[in-house]
């Protein structure tokens, strides 16, 4: 797999809140040891690295702006500012972090990145919905299947899916629909190793 020397890593939304019991059941235990394995190979690489965070409006949210839970996880806290290549934190209160602050298109434009992976929380909402954008705005996307994690949930009709179904279903979705690549971390560190440093 080749990853661009100049290839952005978007974490999104790894914050302390998710770690509530709120969310109910969550999958994939192993989420944020490769999660923390990207970035440090992309920050030993100097790659860019996004760090996205939700600052939710909705009352009672666990991720709520100012909130203990708005803040991201310990071990991605501990390595911003850290890489060799350029940082970038972008702030949103939707699902894409292509509608946050500042302007994620336009900053990966200017630095002329044609080429992102997304890992973070969660697998089937602002995951998906950045990876989709993405590719609508003509990014070639790596989704990091095994960099994520979701949690169980209820929909209409008395409908309810697992974290595993839903994590399936977004990379069916995603992948057949040819929005996004859908990989492994160890595919892409793979192809981090060969595709040498940026910096």
């Not at 600052?55 to 071990?75: I, M, R, T, Y």
């Not at 595993?164 to 929005?179: D, P």
Request: with cysteine.
């Amino acid at each position: 797999m080749e990853i661009n020397e100049n290839a952005a890593l978007v974490v999104v939304d790894v914050q302390k809140g998710f770690e509530q019991e709120f969310w109910g059941r969550r999958d994939n235990p192993g989420a944020e040891g490769n999660i923390a394995a990207l970035i440090d190979a992309w920050q030993e690489t100097g790659r860019p690295v996004v760090f996205v965070r939700h600052d939710s409006v909705q009352p009672g949210s666990p991720l709520a702006a100012g909130s203990g839970g708005n803040a991201f996880k310990d071990f991605v806290e501990e390595r911003r500012g850290k890489g060799a290549g350029p940082e970038l934190l972008v702030t949103k209160s939707v699902n894409s972090a292509f509608y946050g602050e500042p302007d994620l298109d336009a900053w990966l434009k200017g630095a002329g990145v044609g080429q992102f992976v997304v890992v973070g929380i969660q697998t089937n909402m602002c995951n998906e919905t950045t990876a989709r954008m993405g590719g609508n705005l003509g990014y070639d996307v790596l989704f990091a299947l095994d960099a994520m994690h979701t949690f169980d949930l209820a929909g209409p009709f008395g409908w309810t899916r697992t974290a595993e179904e839903l994590t399936r279903a977004t990379a069916v979705s995603l992948h057949g629909g040819r929005f996004a690549r859908v990989v492994t971390t160890a595919d892409v560190l793979e192809g981090v190793r060969e595709g040498g440093s940026a910096a």
